[in-house]
C-alpha cells in the first residue's frame, strides 16, 4: 500500500525519503553484519538489519513490508556498534514511521491479553510504536 | 538538598515499589523530594524519526513544569528519574531541545500554553544521583545490615546504557550498579547478558519473543550463580519475572527472583518501611539463608 | 627603469577554455611597466620557453609573469629558461590562472575578470623583486635513521652500502622491531627470524653504521645538509662490549616480570634479559624499572656472577649530539588496543589475543617454544575464531584499512591448521584484501589445503561461558545468526603508527590518523614537507613487509641523493633584519619554528640555510625589522590593491 502512495506522490526514491526523515545516509553501510550479529530479536526477523538497509539502498519497496521492522525493539545495540556510524534503529524507526503515516497499524490495542497486568509505559510504547 | 522528581506513569502504578523504596533511599541520605507538579507522561519510547517534534512536546511539557516547580520550592535543577524509559525519553527531548534552535522554535510555537523551556535542568536517573552525588563511600557508611555476599546479578537493559549519548555509563561494561551492590555487602556476578535488550514494548504485540528472550538472561544469570536479579527498569521487571512464570518449563536452572536496585538498598539501609512486607521476608530469607 | 614581460598560457583547454586569453593579454598590455604581452598555447613546451627568451632579448625584459598553472608545477622550468636568456630566476614569477582559476570557476566572464586581476597583482610584485643567488651550504654525509625495524634496517643498510655514514637510533634494546616478533611471514611463509636475523647481522657489522639502542631522537635543529641532532641514551646497565651472553645473570637474578614487550605479556623474564637470542647488539639489558639494584637498595646479584665485568649499575643517561645531512624516519607502528573494543571484552578475556600474541605463541621462538597453547589454561585450543578488521574500518575506531590484516589471519589460520589439524578455524571478515604480488594466490592456497572457514560477517559480541568463548555473529550470505562456542579468539588489530613525539621533534605534519603526511601522495610518496628528510614504513601508512623494504630503499636513495652532493643550494627567499629598528625584544628567536634567528649584540640575526622562509618572525616583529626577501610588504600591498581591481598604478620612477 506505501509502495503506491509513494507512486502517486512521485515519490520512489527510499534512501533519500529515509536521509529527509533521519538524517541517516544508508549508502554508508557496507553490510558488515555487525548489526545483526549482535541484535537480541535477530532469530525473529525475516530480514536482518544490514538486509533491510541493503533493500533501502537498492531501492527495494519491500523494505517497507519487513517483519522486522516492526520486531525492532529500539534497544539501540546496532547503533551503538555500528563501524559506519549509522543509527540503524533510527533507520528502522524510519520506515516503520513511513508505514505508520500511511495508517498502517500492526496492533489492535483493545486486544491484547493482560491489558490489565502490563506496565503502563509498555502500552504507551506500543500505542506509540504499532498504531 | 532539595531535588526535583518525575515519576512518570508506570512508577505509580506497577512499579510503585521502586518509588516507595528509592525515595525512602535518597530522604535517608539527605534529599528532600519534590515532585514535579502537574507532570504528563513522558511518551515512553522517543520516536527516532527527525522531521517532527511531536515526540519532544510531552516531555518539554514536563520538563517546563519541573522548572516551575524549581523556582516555585526553590530546589536545585537536578530533576530525578526512575524510570529507564523516563530517563532516557527526557533527556534525548532536552537535547534536540538545546541543540537545535529550529527546533527549539518549533517546541515553544506547540507549547505556547506554557512559559517556553529554559534548559537549565540537570536530569539524573537515580543510578547517577547515587553514583555521582552521593558517593560510593558514603552508600557504604548508610549500610545497617550488610547483604551478606548475596550473589546479585545487575540487568542494565537497553536505555539506560545507549545511545551513547544519554548513557548513565558505559554501553558495553556498566559497574555502576555493581558498585552499589559491593557498598551493600553483596557479591555482584558479571554475566554478559546484563547489557542487552529483554525484548521491551515488544511484550505487548509478540510476547512469545520476550519471553524467549528472557528466558536467555535469566538462564545466563542463573549459569553465573546469580541469586536475584536487580533492574531499574519497570518493563524489565515485568518482562523478566512474567517470563520465567510463562516458560516454567522450558527454564533450566531456578526461578529468580527480580527487584529493584533501591530495594536492596533500602533493606541495606535498614528502612523497612519502605519495602513491601513480602519483599523484605524474600531478602531476609536469602540473606539467612546464606548464613 | 622594469620592463615587465607577460606570457599568459592557455594550457590548451585548460584555462583557455574558460578564460579569455586574448582579453587578459589586452589589458594587461595598459599596466605601466609592461613592455610586452602575448599567449600561447603551452608555454611550458619547448616553444613556448623560446618564445619567453627571444622576448627577453628581443625587447630587453627585465621581469618575467608567466601566467599559467601553479608555480610548483612550473616555476623551476620557466626560471630555467629565463636565466639561459640572462634574466636573474628571481625575476621570474608566475600567477596562477588554471588551479586557482579556470579548474575552479565556470562563467567564463568571472574567469577572465579574476585571470586580469591575478596577474596584475603579480606583475606589481615582480617589479618588486631583487634578483637574488641561491644560498649554498655544504652537506654533511652521515644520515640518520630514525627506528631500528625492517624499514630503518634496509635504509641504514642502503645508505651504508653507499659510502656514507649512517647513525640508526632505536627506542628498544634491540634492532629488528615487530618483524622479529613474527612467525612465519605472508606469503611465502619463511620464517621471519631467518630472512630478518642475517640483516641484522649485517647492521651489527657494518663498518659504517653507528648504532644506538634504548635511545630517542630528542632534538632536531638545522636544515638538509646540516641537521644537528639529539639523542638521548638511557643507560644498559651492561656494557656491550664486554657482555659475552654467558646469560649467568639471567640465572641469578631474583626478579621475574611479565614480559610485556617481545612477548606481550605471555610469559615472564628476569629484569636482566636479552629480548631474543639474535638480539643486536648482542648483548643483556637490565630493566630499571623492575630491577632491585638501581634504585635505593642494591641486591646486585648480577653484579657478583658477571666474569666479564660487564654490569655496571651506576651507568647513567647520556645525550650525544651529532650532525647529520639527511634524515629517515620509520618509526613503525603498534597494535590498536583490544582493551578500547567494549563489546570483545575490553581485554579482560585472557583466551581473546591480539595478531602479535598469536604470532608469538605459534613462532617457535615464542613462550611455548611453537606449541599452540592457550593463555588461560594450556590447553591446545581446537576450535578458533580468527576476527578480520577489528578497530579498522570502523569509524568509532580507525577509520582506514590497516591493509595487512586479511594476508596474515589468512597465514595465521593457516599455520594454526598445521599445529592443530585436526583443529577447526573460522575467519569472520568483511572483505579479503589481497592485492599484492602472489596474494591472492595465498588466500585460495589457505582455503583449499586448509579448508578454513571463511564466514563473511563482522561478530558483535564476544562473552565467556565458561572455558568457552561464544562468539556472535551473523553469516551475511545466508542471513543466520551464528552463535559459536570457541577455544581461543584472535582479534586481528588494526595498526596505529608511532609518530606523534617524532612529528613534534622534527616538526614534520602527521594526517589526520596520525601517519606521517608525505609531499604528495602520489608523487613524492618518501618524501616529508621539509627537504632531507624522508619516510619509511608503517610511520608513513599502512603497509607490509615487502613494501616497507621497497619504500626504505626509495627513502634511502632520497637521502643518498643529498649526501652524495658537494654543496646544496638553498632558495633565498629568506628573512631579513633590518638593524636599525630591530629592538632587540627577542620575539622572533623564540618563535622561530627552524632555530634560524639568534639575537646579537647588534640585534636579530638570521642565519640563511637554516631559515625556511616561512615569515613567521616576520609577522610576529612589533618594530617591523623583519622583512622576506621579495615579499616586501609594498610589494604585498601593491598586489592586493591589484587583486581588489583598485589597478593602482605605481608611479615611474
Known amino acids: 500500500m506505501a509502495k503506491n502512495l509513494w507512486r502517486e506522490k512521485g515519490m520512489v526514491n527510499l534512501a533519500e525519503k529515509i536521509y529527509e526523515m533521519t538524517g541517516e545516509n544508508v549508502y554508508l553501510c557496507y553490510l558488515c553484519g555487525k548489526c545483526g550479529a549482535g541484535c537480541p530479536m535477530a532469530d525473529k526477523m525475516d530480514y536482518l538489519p544490514y538486509q533491510v538497509i541493503h533493500m533501502i539502498q537498492i531501492n527495494d519497496m519491500e523494505s517497507l513490508n519487513a517483519k522486522s521492522i516492526w520486531i525492532c525493539a529500539t534497544c539501540f545495540t546496532c547503533s551503538v556498534r555500528c563501524p559506519r556510524n549509522l543509527d540503524v534503529a533510527r533507520i528502522m524507526d524510519g520506515l516503520r514511521t513511513i508505514k505508520v503515516r500511511a495508517q498502517e497499524q500492526t496492533i489492535d490495542l483493545r486486544e491484547v491479553e493482560d491489558l490489565d497486568k502490563l506496565p503502563p509505559i509498555a502500552l504507551v510504547a506500543a500505542g506509540r510504536k504499532y498504531t | ?291 | 627603469m622594469e620592463r615587465v614581460g607577460v606570457f599568459v598560457c592557455h594550457c590548451g583547454r585548460n584555462i583557455a577554455g574558460v578564460v579569455d586569453v586574448k582579453k587578459v593579454v589586452e589589458e594587461v598590455k595598459k599596466h605601466p611597466f609592461v613592455f610586452h604581452a602575448e599567449d600561447y598555447k603551452y608555454m611550458c613546451s619547448a616553444v613556448g620557453q623560446n618564445l619567453i627568451q627571444e622576448a627577453i632579448k628581443k625587447y630587453g625584459l627585465t621581469s618575467i609573469v608567466v601566467a599559467a598553472c601553479s608555480p610548483r608545477m612550473h616555476l623551476e622550468t620557466f626560471r630555467t629558461a629565463a636565466m639561459s636568456a640572462g634574466l636573474n630566476p628571481y625575476k621570474v614569477e608566475m600567477a596562477n590562472i588554471r588551479e586557482q582559476n579556470s579548474w575552479v570557476h565556470e562563467d567564463p566572464h568571472v574567469a577572465t575578470e579574476k585571470a586580469i586581476r591575478l596577474v596584475w597583482s603579480t606583475i606589481n610584485k615582480v617589479i618588486g623583486n631583487q634578483p637574488l643567488k641561491k644560498v649554498r651550504s655544504n652537506v654533511v654525509k652521515r644520515c640518520l635513521v630514525i627506528g631500528g625495524g625492517i624499514a630503518g634496517i634496509q635504509a641504514a643498510l642502503d645508505v651504508a652500502n653507499s659510502g656514507f655514514e649512517v647513525i640508526l637510533v632505536e627506542k628498544s634494546p634491540t634492532i629488528g622491531g615487530r618483524m622479529a616478533q613474527l612467525s612465519e611471514t605472508f606469503p611465502t611463509l619463511d620464517c621471519a627470524q631467518c630472512i630478518l636475523t642475517p640483516k641484522m647481522a649485517e647492521v651489527a657489522r657494518h663498518p659504517n653504521i653507528k648504532i644506538y639502542t634504548l635511545s630517542e631522537v630528542i632534538e632536531v635543529n638545522g636544515s638538509v645538509g646540516k641537521f644537528k641532532v639529539k639523542i638521548r641514551k638511557k643507560p644498559r646497565y651492561v656494557d656491550i662490549e664486554a657482555c659475552n651472553m654467558c646469560s649467568e645473570c639471567e640465572k641469578v637474578c631474583p626478579q621475574v616480570v611479565l614480559d610485556k614487550d617481545f612477548n606481550r605479556s605471555l610469559t615472564i623474564r628476569k629484569a636482566i634479559y636479552i629480548p631474543f637470542p639474535q638480539a643486536v647488539p648482542p648483548a643483556y639489558v637490565i630493566d630499571a624499572e623492575n630491577c632491585y639494584g638501581v634504585g635505593t637498595t642494591r641486591c646486585s646479584e648480577c653484579v657478583k656472577v658477571c666474569e666479564q665485568n660487564a654490569i655496571n649499575l651506576f651507568d647513567t643517561e647520556e645525550i650525544i649530539e651529532v650532525e647529520v645531512g639527511a634524515i629517515i624516519v620509520a618509526t613503525g607502528y603498534d597494535l590498536y588496543p583490544k582493551e578500547k573494543i567494549g563489546e570483545y571484552g575490553y581485554g579482560r578475556y585472557e583466551d581473546v589475543i591480539d595478531s602479535l600474541q598469536f604470532e608469538r605463541l605459534i613462532a617457535s621462538t615464542g613462550p611455548t617454544g611453537g606449541e599452540l597453547r592457550r593463555p588461560s589454561d594450556g590447553k591446545v585450543p581446537k576450535r578458533v575464531a580468527f576476527i578480520q578488521c577489528v578497530g579498522s574500518r570502523d569509524l568509532q575506531h580507525l577509520p582506514y584499512c590497516s591493509r595487512i590484516c586479511c594476508m596474515y589471519t589468512a597465514k595465521h589460520a593457516f599455520l594454526y591448521k598445521h599445529l592443530v589439524p585436526d583443529g577447526e578455524a573460522y575467519v569472520f571478515y568483511i572483505d579479503i584484501r589481497a592485492g599484492g604480488k602472489r596474494y591472492e594466490e595465498f588466500i585460495m592456497r589457505v582455503q583449499t589445503e586448509s579448508k578454513v572457514r571463511y564466514t563473511r560477517g563482522r561478530v558483535s559480541k564476544i562473552v565467556q561461558k565458561g572455558d568457552k568463548l561464544i562468539v556472535h555473529a551473523v553469516d551475511t550470505i545466508t542471513g543466520k545468526p551464528i552463535t559459536l562456542p570457541v577455544d581461543m579468539v584472535v582479534l586481528a588489530m588494526g595498526i596505529v603508527p608511532n609518530t606523534k613525539e617524532i612529528a613534534e621533534i622534527l616538526r614534520i605534519p602527521i594526517d589526520e590518523n596520525g601517519f606521517l603526511q608525505e609531499l604528495h601522495p602520489k608523487l613524492a610518496p618518501v618524501e616529508s614537507p621539509i627537504k632531507g628528510i624522508f619516510l619509511a614504513g608503517v610511520a608513513q601508512g599502512p603497509k607490509d613487509i615487502q613494501d616497507s623494504v621497497a619504500q626504505a630503499s626509495a627513502a634511502a636513495s632520497k637521502a643518498i641523493e643529498i649526501l652524495s652532493k658537494d654543496y646544496i643550494e638553498k632558495e633565498p627567499l629568506v628573512a631579513r633584519v633590518n638593524k636599525e629598528l630591530c629592538s632587540k625584544c627577542g620575539v622572533c628567536t623564540q618563535l622561530c619554528p627552524y632555530n634560524a634567528v639568534e639575537m646579537t649584540p647588534e640585534g636579530a640575526k638570521v642565519i640563511e640555510v637554516a631559515c625556511e622562509g616561512c615569515g613567521t618572525c616576520v609577522a610576529a616583529c612589533p618594530s617591523g625589522a623583519l622583512s622576506l626577501a621579495n615579499y616586501e610588504p609594498k610589494q604585498i600591498f601593491l598586489m592586493v590593491d591589484a587583486l581588489l581591481m583598485k589597478i593602482p598604478i605605481p608611479e615611474k620612477s
Open chain 2, 1 to 291: 538538598m532539595r531535588i526535583l522528581y518525575y515519576p512518570g506513569c508506570t512508577v505509580k502504578a506497577t512499579a510503585i515499589r521502586d518509588e516507595k523504596a528509592s525515595l525512602a533511599v535518597l530522604e535517608a541520605l539527605g534529599f528532600k523530594i519534590v515532585e514535579v507538579e502537574d507532570w504528563v507522561c513522558c511518551g515512553a519510547v522517543y520516536n527516532l524519526p527527525r522531521d517532527t517534534v511531536i515526540q519532544a512536546v510531552a516531555p518539554i511539557r514536563t520538563l517546563i513544569r519541573a522548572e516551575s516547580t524549581m523556582r516555585k520550592h526553590k530546589t536545585s535543577e537536578i530533576l530525578l528519574t526512575l524510570c529507564s524509559m523516563c530517563n532516557h525519553v527526557l533527556k534525548m527531548a532536552d537535547n534536540m531541545y538545546r541543540s537545535n534552535p529550529d527546533v527549539a522554535y518549533k517546541l515553544d510555537v506547540y507549547l505556547s500554553d506554557e512559559p517556553n523551556y529554559e534548559g537549565k535542568l540537570k536530569i539524573m536517573h537515580f543510578l547517577e544521583i547515587l553514583r555521582d552525588l552521593v558517593g560510593y563511600d558514603k552508600i557504604k557508611e548508610k549500610v545497617r545490615r550488610s547483604l551478606g555476599g548475596l550473589k546479585v546479578a545487575s540487568f542494565y537493559g537497553c536505555l539506560l546504557l545507549r545511545p551513547r549519548e544519554v548513557a548513565i555509563d558505559d554501553s558495553e561494561d556498566p559497574i555502576v550498579i555493581e558498585e552499589i551492590m559491593i557498598q551493600l555487602g553483596a557479591d555482584p556476578v558479571d554475566y554478559p547478558y546484563r547489557n542487552e535488550c529483554c525484548g521491551s514494548y515488544n511484550v505487548v504485540r509478540t510476547p512469545e519473543y520476550v519471553w524467549d528472550r528472557t528466558k536467555d538472561i535469566v538462564e545466563s544469570a542463573n549459569d553465573y550463580g546469580a541469586e536475584i536479579i536487580v533492574t531499574t527498569c519497570p518493563l524489565c521487571a515485568y518482562n523478566l519475572e512474567e517470563g520465567q512464570k510463562r516458560r516454567k518449563k522450558e527454564l533450566k536452572g531456578r526461578e529468580i527472583p527480580i527487584l529493584y536496585v533501591s530495594e536492596l538498598v533500602a533493606y541495606a539501609f535498614g528502612l523497612d518501611d519502605a519495602l513491601e512486607p513480602e519483599v523484605k521476608v524474600l531478602i531476609d530469607r536469602m540473606v539467612r539463608d546464606r548464613g
